[in-house]
C-alpha cells in the first residue's frame, strides 16, 4: 500500500519533490532516521542543526531552551540557554526499583535534579545538556529501558490501566501494551548503532566521513524495511490505550485507538473475552485555526485477543496511508476519521485484513480511578497509590499542599521513594493522573511504608489531597518550545484558591477536576473533565468547562480569553452557581451540560458557540 500525503490517494514520492512539509522530506532523505545525529552529537556545540532536531524526536529527545533566561543571555550577547527534554518509553507506566533508582541517579548526573512523570504513564528528564544526551540515553538502555519511540511520527507510549488489581485478567494489559509497543517500534537499527552499540564518532572521523554522509544522506531508498511505517513513517504521532471495563482512567477517547476490554467471570475464574475499539481521538489544536479542533474517539469494532495486533496495524496503515502530510496541524488520524467517517474507515481495515469486524458492543464507564490509597493484589500483597504534584518528583522546601493548612511538613518526596525503593524494593507503575502505585508490598511492610513516605512529607491518605488529587498540568514555560504561557508552575496556586472556595461553601469534599495546559496542544487533556484552562498567550487562558467525570464528553470554550490574575475570579461565581443549582451530587461539567452556558453568572458564552 503507497504511502500518501493525503491528496488525490498519490503516493508522496509520486507527487516530486517540494510537495509535503518539511520534516516529511527530513524523514525521507533520513536513511532510517540516522540523518547526521551521530556526527552532530561529536560536535562540541550546544545545541542540534533543525534537521536533526526533528529526528532526534524519533529518539526520544526534544531540544529546548530556557526562556527565562532569554532576554538577559540576549542582552549579554549569548547564544540561548539549550538543554535537551528525554522521554523514555514506558509500555503500561511498569518498571521495577532498580530501574527507577538508577532514573534517579541520572536525574542528578545528567539533569536537572528532577523526575517528569507524563500523563501517558511515561517520565521525562529535563535540562540535560547536549554533551550529557548520548551518556544518559546509553545508561537508560542499561536498565532495559529505552528512550526509542517515545516522540517523534510513530506509535508512542501505549497507556494501560496501570492498578495490579484484584482482577487477574488486568494484569495482563500491561503485557498487552508492551507487545504492542514493541510490534509498532521502528525497525530500523539506527538508535541501537548511534546510543547503545556504535562508537562516539571522533572529529577525525567526521572529517574522513563527511564527503559519504552527504552524498548518502538525501538517498531515499533505505536499505532497511519498514512494513509497516514506510520510508516517510506516519504524517504525526499515534497514541494507543488499553482501559478496564467501566473504569477510564486511561482517558480512552483520546486515543487514536483505545481498546476497551470486555471481561466475564470474577477472581480466578476471570478471563478476558475481547475488546471494543473506539478510534480517532485527540487533542490537539491551534487557537485560530478552526479546522483544528479536539475529538473524543468514536466506536469502531469488536476484535477478539487473538485480533488485536494485526487489526492495531492495519489501522495504523490506513492513518499512514491517508493522512495529511502537508498540513501538520491537521496530520492526526482523528481528522481522517471525522472527515471520511468510521464506514469508509472500517472498510478499509477490513480490506486489509481480508475479513468484516462485528460492531462494538454496549461501552459504559461508571468513574475515572485513580487508584490512589491502599488496594489489596489479587497475590495477597499490596499496592498503594500517591498522588504526585503535576507529576514532578523532587524535593521541595515548601508545605506539602492539603486542606490542613496548620500542617507544615517539608515534601522530600525524591528523597523517600529513593529511601523505601532501596529498602523494600517495591515495583512501579506510573498513572495517566501522573501519580506513582508503589507495588507488591507485603502486608508485614505497610505500616513501615507508610512511616517512611510520611516522615518524608507524603501524603498517602488521599482524602487529605482534596482537588489536588484531580488536578494535572503540562510542563509549559520556561523550557517547552510549544508554551505560551505556564501550566506547571501556576496550577497548585490556583487549585489553592478553588480549593478554599469549596471550603468555604461548605463543599471541601466535593470532586472537581482541573486540567491546564500553556498552549492549546493538549497534553494535560484538558478538553476533557470539569474545567480545561487553556493558554492563549503569555498570562492569558481560555476556560472550557462542560465535559463528564467519565471524560466521555468533551467540554467548551466558556470563558475566553481570560487573563491569570482573573482566574479565580472567573470561577469562583461558576463553581457557587453550580453548588446552589445542581441537582444531587451532580458533578459541575454534568451540571452546566445540562443546564447550558446561558447559566453562567455575569459571563457571555463564546461568540463561536453561541
Excluded at 540523518?35 to 529527545?61: C, M, N, P, V, Y
Aim: with cysteine; charged share 25%; aromatic share 6%.
Amino acid at each position: 500500500m503507497p504511502e500518501t500525503n493525503g491528496t488525490n490517494g498519490k503516493t508522496l514520492l509520486d507527487l516530486g519533490p517540494g510537495v509535503g512539509s518539511s520534516v516529511e522530506k527530513i524523514k525521507i532523505e533520513s536513511r532510517g532516521l540516522r540523518g547526521h545525529l551521530a556526527e552532530e552529537l561529536a560536535r562540541d556545540t550546544t545545541h542540534f542543526a533543525e534537521s536533526e532536531i526533528q529526528l532526534l524526536k524519533f529518539h526520544g529527545s526534544y531540544q529546548q531552551e530556557d526562556r527565562s533566561q532569554r532576554q538577559a543571555r540576549k542582552a549579554a550577547g549569548l547564544e540561548p540557554a539549550y538543554s535537551m527534554m528525554l522521554r523514555l518509553r514506558i509500555p503500561g507506566g511498569a518498571l521495577n526499583a532498580q530501574q527507577y533508582l538508577v532514573l534517579d541517579k541520572l536525574a542528578d548526573t545528567y539533569g536537572n535534579g528532577t523526575l517528569r512523570l507524563t500523563t501517558r504513564q511515561s517520565i521525562q528528564f529535563h535540562g540535560i545538556l547536549k554533551g550529557n544526551l548520548w551518556a544518559t540515553i546509553h545508561e537508560i538502555n542499561e536498565t532495559l529501558l529505552s528512550t526509542r519511540s517515545a516522540c517523534g511520527d510513530v506509535n508512542r507510549n501505549v497507556m494501560a490501566c496501570p492498578a495490579p488489581t484484584v482482577s487477574r485478567a488486568a494484569i495482563g494489559f500491561t503485557a498487552l501494551a508492551d507487545h504492542i509497543a514493541r510490534h509498532l517500534a521502528p525497525r530500523s537499527s539506527s538508535y541501537y548503532e548511534i546510543w547503545i552499540d556504535g562508537e562516539r564518532i571522533t572529529e577525525k572521523q567526521l572529517a574522513e566521513n563527511n564527503a559519504k554522509l552527504d552524498s548518502t544522506a538525501v538517498r531515499i531508498d533505505s536499505t532497511e524495511d519498514e512494513p509497516i511505517y514506510g520510508k516517510t513513517y506516519l504524517p504525526r504521532k499515534f497514541k494507543i490505550g488499553i482501559a478496564y471495563p467501566g473504569d477510564n482512567c486511561i482517558d480512552i477517547y483520546t486515543q487514536d485507538i483505545g481498546l476497551i476490554a470486555e471481561l466475564r467471570g470474577e477472581g480466578e475464574k476471570e478471563e478476558l473475552l475481547g475488546f471494543n475499539l473506539v478510534i480517532g481521538g485527540g487533542m490537539g489544536m491551534t487557537h485560530g485555526k478552526a479546522e483544528t479542533h479536539p475529538i473524543a474517539a468514536l466506536p469502531f469494532a469488536y476484535i477478539t485477543p487473538d485480533e488485536a495486533l494485526e487489526v492495531i496495524t492495519a489501522i495504523v496503515t490506513v492513518q499512514r496511508d491517508y493522512g495529511d502530510r502537508t498540513n501538520r496541524k491537521h496530520a492526526r488520524m482523528k481528522y481522517v476519521v471525522e472527515e471520511r467517517g468510521i464506514p469508509w474507515f472500517k472498510e478499509e481495515v477490513e480490506r486489509r485484513i481480508g475479513r468484516q469486524l462485528p460492531d462494538p458492543h454496549d461501552i459504559r464507564f461508571e468513574d475515572v480511578c485513580d487508584h490512589l490509597g491502599w488496594h489489596e493484589q489479587p497475590d495477597g500483597r499490596w499496592f498503594l497509590g500517591i498522588s504526585v504534584e503535576n507529576g514532578r518528583i523532587h524535593d521541595i522546601e515548601r508545605p506539602a499542599s492539603t486542606n490542613h493548612s496548620d500542617e507544615q511538613r517539608p515534601l522530600a518526596l525524591r528523597s523517600g521513594l529513593r529511601t523505601l525503593l532501596s529498602q523494600y524494593g517495591c515495583s512501579l507503575r506510573i498513572t495517566p493522573q501522573q501519580n506513582l502505585l508503589l507495588c507488591d508490598i507485603a502486608e508485614n511492610d505497610r505500616a513501615d511504608v507508610e512511616r517512611v513516605l510520611r516522615e518524608h512529607g507524603v501524603i498517602t491518605d488521599a482524602t487529605e489531597l482534596g482537588i489536588h488529587r484531580y488536578a494535572m498540568a503540562c510542563p509549559a514555560l520556561p523550557t517547552c518550545g510549544l508554551a505560551l504561557t505556564d501550566a506547571e508552575r501556576t496550577l497548585p496556586a490556583l487549585i489553592d484558591q478553588v480549593q478554599d472556595i469549596l471550603n468555604e461553601l461548605g463543599a471541601g469534599d466535593e470532586r472537581l477536576s482541573v486540567r491546564m495546559t500553556g498552549c492549546p496542544n493538549g497534553c494535560a487533556r484538558p478538553y476533557m473533565g470539569d474545567i480545561g484552562i487553556v493558554g492563549r498567550s503569555l498570562n492569558l487562558y481560555d476556560i472550557f468547562i462542560g465535559g463528564d467525570w467519565e471524560n466521555t464528553r468533551l467540554n467548551r470554550v466558556a470563558f475566553p480569553k481570560v487573563k491569570s490574575a482573573d482566574l479565580i475570579g472567573t470561577l469562583r461565581p461558576a463553581i457557587e452557581n453550580w453548588l446552589r443549582g445542581r441537582n444531587a451530587h451532580e458533578t459541575f461539567g454534568d451540571y452546566y451540560h445540562r443546564i447550558g452556558f446561558d447559566a453562567l453568572p455575569n459571563q457571555a458564552v463564546a461568540s463561536a458557540l453561541s
